[in-house]
Nanobody, 124 residues
Framework: VKLLQSGGGPVQAGGSLKLSCTTFGVTYIDYALGWFRQAPGKVREGVLCITSKGRITEYTESVKGRFTISRDNAKNTLYIQMKNTEPGDTAMYYC??????????????????WGKGTQVTVFS
């Protein structure tokens, strides 16, 4: 299994960015998918998660109204659209796949089911 991430990079505060995560080697249509992030010196935290039926979990209130998660099952691709970004959003962003159709914390994701991460840097 491979989770290939794309997108990311520097963005000015208030700007938008979209990340993608395409899964190879497994059909994820029946599994929940999530985005997590880790800032330097901090633990990895959940951002958003979505089940196969489109049920969304917001792990952190800080992205409410600014970030949205979506998935295209036909393309095996997960997205996160980030709008009105803030310097506090600066982190390495990881996609992850759960081996069941509900969302849990980062500790529940098995090693092979993490993307390699993509850096998002929000500058003022």
């Amino acid at each position: 299994v491979k989770l290939l991430q794309s997108g990311g990079g520097p963005v000015q505060a208030g700007g938008s960015l979209k990340l993608s995560c395409t899964t190879f080697g497994v059909t994820y249509i029946d599994y929940a998918l999530g985005w997590f992030r880790q800032a330097p010196g901090k633990v990895r935290e959940g951002v958003l998660c979505i089940t196969s039926k489109g049920r969304i979990t917001e792990y952190t209130e800080s992205v409410k109204g600014r970030f949205t998660i979506s998935r295209d099952n036909a393309k095996n691709t997960l997205y996160i659209q980030m709008k009105n970004t803030e310097p506090g959003d600066t982190a390495m962003y990881y996609c992850a796949m759960f081996l069941y159709d509900y969302c849990r914390g980062a500790e529940a994701v098995r090693g092979p089911y993490w993307g390699k991460g993509t850096q998002v840097t929000v500058f003022s």
